[in-house]
């Protein structure tokens, strides 16, 4: 058969990424301060969006982003509970989804897929017993019901280290040349206490001999705490044993060789120091009793708080009560009245083109962040869901979970779930925790038992070590043995890879510095 050129039509369907749903997607792996930046950016750029400051009035000309409401355990039904205020869509956008759809030549609910206008309800928690009032938040932290907000909780008017040595130095009555040469040293402390500058550098650009800035790194080394501005770890515990009066010449032998009493070996730090192994021992002691960062207890600046973008906390009839933290949503109008205005006196088709862009590109984003609010908190539902007893009982419950699991609970793709537990943080009364924590790999159980989840084993892990005694301590072999008798089935290899991921020694190197210091010889 010959091959001749022709023509054909053929009808597909495709997803078009136009730059607006790339938008979209990209909105739901921000964090929150990426997402306040990012509608920030719009307030300027678009003169059609307002954001709400406080409580401001609505008017059929304002279409308000609405935040959500708390999602409650029924204790009756799995179907959505009937709640005018947790109506999501009930101040629903004029311009409809399929307008800027056809607008943007692509559909929002590609990316989120159009639910019920609850989200999904959890199950009741059978059988909770614990204490409602044991469920305290954390210090800094409230919802939009919480009328006791404090900004002081967040930010601490704390005094710098630099501000601290500065005030010390001013006090010295030193001579103006070493007050200069002292005032640049400081400069160059970091956050821990330690002059990282080099001092030939410092003398050669100040234009002093080096003699000068030694002498000034000396006073500036007498300044409180104990230890600042030591220009290493030796240094700085040097200068502690020499307040106390503790720097003998062992000592100084002992500070000097901080690389083998990080390698514990111990004999050979006796042969160096001249001192038996009890001697050695009280000598460890007394090194382990000093502050190698002393400028760690000063304000560094402005520190940023995680905020939770979600909120969860049990309820007086044993529920759960999962609500997005409304600090943290972005509320905007879109000013009608004012396209309506303007629009009037719009002379020229480009400035016609040009409002109407404004007014769409406002509409695409109150729907995307709508719609990113309701993702978020049907992600933290079920993720709430999955792992209510790590919530009441403590790590050792922490179920694997993986994304699929709840992308196929909630009807999303896998990559969606991906995209809401990026750089997303839940507060729970255990503490605060990123979305991702709750996933973890999946460690197989001897029989039929349920499967145990990676984090939880390394909890045991953990636990098992430092709960060990210098004439028990657990080799890796041990450590199988103990968990395979609880019915996990894991691999010694396992085991090694999750202790150096925590950062623990090995056995040998663990009962060599316990017999240390506890004396053992």
């Not at 607006?20 to 929150?32: F, H, R």
């Not at 179907?79 to 943007?104: G, R, Y």
């Amino acid at each position: 058969m010959a091959l001749t050129p022709r023509m054909e039509i053929r009808q597909s369907q495709g997803l078009v990424m136009t730059p607006q749903l790339m938008q979209s997607i990209k909105l739901l792996q921000l964090s929150n301060l990426e997402l306040a930046a990012f509608v920030d950016a719009e307030l300027e750029r678009n003169p059609l969006i307002e954001r709400i400051e406080g409580s401001a009035l609505e008017s059929p000309e304002r279409r308000e982003t609405l935040s959500t409401e708390a999602v409650l355990v029924d204790n009756t039904s799995s179907e959505p509970a009937e709640n005018e205020s947790a109506d999501w869509m009930s101040s629903a956008l004029e311009t409809s989804a399929e307008a800027i759809s056809e607008k943007f030549d692509a559909s929002l609910e590609n990316v989120f897929p159009d639910d019920s206008e609850q989200v999904l309800v959890q199950k009741p928690v059978a059988g909770s017993t614990a204490d409602p009032d044991q469920w305290s938040r954390m210090p800094g932290y409230s919802t939009a019901s919480s009328e006791d907000y404090n900004l002081e909780t967040f930010v601490a008017n704390k005094i710098t280290l630099r501000d601290h040595l500065a005030g010390q130095l001013s006090l010295t009555g030193a001579e103006p040349q070493m007050m200069l040469v002292a005032r640049d040293l400081l400069d160059h402390v970091d956050e821990s206490g330690y002059v990282r500058g080099d001092l030939q550098s410092i003398a050669k650009r100040l234009g002093v001999d080096i003699a000068q800035v030694k002498e000034a790194l000396k006073l500036v080394q007498t300044f409180e705490p104990v230890g600042i501005c030591a220009r290493d770890l030796s240094e700085c515990l040097r200068l502690q044993l020499s307040e106390k009066d503790r720097l003998d010449p062992a000592m100084q032998a002992l500070t000097e060789n901080l690389d083998l009493l990080a390698q514990r070996d111990f004999v050979e730090l006796g042969k160096i120091c001249a001192v038996d192994r009890d001697d050695l021992v009280d000598m460890m002691q007394e090194i382990q009793a000093l502050d190698p960062k002393p400028g760690t207890m000063f304000e560094h600046g402005a520190m940023r708080p995680v905020v939770p973008d979600v909120i969860v906390s049990l309820a007086n009839d044993g529920s759960w009560k999962v609500e997005l933290n409304t600090e943290t949503l972005p509320r905007i109008l879109v000013n009608q009245s004012y396209f309506a205005t303007v629009s009037k006196s719009a002379s020229s088709e480009h400035e016609i083109e040009f409002l109407n862009d404004c007014l769409q590109t406002a509409n695409w984003l109150h729907k995307s962040l709508d719609q990113r609010a309701q993702t978020i908190l049907k992600v933290a539902s079920e993720i709430v869901r999955t792992q209510d007893e790590f919530l009441l009982r403590g790590v050792h419950y922490l179920r694997p979970l993986n994304l699929r699991t709840i992308a196929d609970a909630i009807g999303m793709h896998e990559s969606t779930v991906s995209r809401v537990t990026s750089n997303k943080y839940m507060l729970t009364g255990r503490g605060i925790f990123e979305l991702k924590y709750f996933f973890t790999t999946a460690i197989q159980s001897i029989g039929d038992n349920e499967a145990f989840s990676a984090e939880s084993v390394r909890h045991k892990i953990r636990q098992m070590i430092d709960n060990e005694i210098a004439k028990n301590v657990l080799s890796d072999d041990k450590i199988v043995a103990i968990l395979r008798d609880e019915g996990i089935d894991i691999a010694r290899r396992t085991v090694a890879k999750y202790r150096e991921a925590l950062h623990i020694p090995s056995s040998v190197q663990r009962r060599r510095e316990k017999k240390a210091l506890a004396g053992i010889k």
